[in-house]
């Protein structure tokens, strides 16, 4: 088994779909490289709170709300707390009853399509949010969706096209250059990555997943100094402490094999 991460340690929902996104920001269990977590602009809804990391107690909150009023809030809140707890099926199959009540409903449409994408099926996640937006008069946040779910395919080229449209809708839209600069993160072009999450975090509408995002991208390129003082105003010392020498002992694990790959190749053949 890997090197454990700290409980705390930056974890930003695995393909942009926390829902991407983005979600709960913890590792469990065997240490994995950090990925990304969407501010997911579909979950506005309030959500009833439980301890911090519990997912099962969120889980069960959000049901008991959706049981007493099946509505189009409570719906999207109990599905992202479903996927949270790791059950995309049902995610899927919440999302999908409401699809059928609200066709139109753009929210619904956006929270479906990454539900489905979380889900792995990617191209009937495509078809939903492509399908409920309009051309003459498109939905930014259905582009945000359709952008996630494009980097989740690799069409880096695609997704950005989308989030591009989108931001000239929603100038400044702190979720998007947030979805944007993540989508520079699966290429490793971390200076864009930084520059975009910085005017992400520089909105008042920012929310802490974007600036843990923020401390990420900073630590992945080893200003280890600024990652640490970003993440503190989000976590304990502690845990801000742990998540600096988790990307320490990551990067440094991956130059070590960068060593290896690079002395392989300079010795003589046979």
């Known amino acids: 088994m890997a090197k454990q991460a700290p409980q705390a340690v930056l974890t930003l929902s695995r393909a942009l779909l926390a829902g991407t996104v983005v979600a709960g920001l913890t590792l469990a269990a065997c240490a994995r490289a950090p990925s990304a977590s969407t501010g997911d602009p579909s979950l506005s809804a309030s959500v009833p709170q439980a301890a911090p990391g519990s997912t099962l107690a969120n889980m069960e909150a959000w049901a008991a709300r959706y049981r007493s009023a099946p509505n189009r809030d409570n719906a999207i809140g109990y599905a992202q707390a479903l996927r949270a707890n790791d059950q995309q099926a049902q995610a899927v199959a919440v999302l999908q009853e409401q699809m059928l009540k609200m066709p139109k409903d753009t929210a619904i449409a956006s929270a479906y399509g990454k539900a489905l994408a979380a889900n792995g099926d990617f191209d009937q996640a495509l078809r939903v949010v492509r399908a409920a937006n309009s051309l003459t008069n498109p939905d930014w946040r259905l582009l945000s969706a359709e952008g996630a779910i494009l980097d989740q395919l690799g069409d880096s080229a695609g997704a950005r096209s989308a989030y591009s449209t989108a931001l000239k809708i929603a100038p400044g839209e702190p979720t998007l250059l947030n979805n944007l600069a993540l989508s520079y993160l699966l290429t490793n072009d971390l200076a864009r990555a930084e520059a975009t999450l ?73």
């Not at 991208?217 to 989000?234: S, T």
């Not at 845990?239 to 790959?261: C, D, F, G, H, P």
């Open 198 to 270: 910085r005017q992400a975090v520089a909105s008042p509408r920012a929310n802490s997943r974007m600036r843990q995002n923020l401390a990420l991208v900073l630590g992945l390129q080893g200003k280890f100094a600024e990652a640490d003082q970003v993440a503190r105003q989000e976590l304990s010392p502690e845990q801000a402490e742990a998540n600096v020498a988790y990307l320490k002992s990551m990067l440094a694990q991956q130059n070590t094999w960068r060593q290896i790959k690079q002395t392989d190749k300079t010795k003589p053949a046979g």
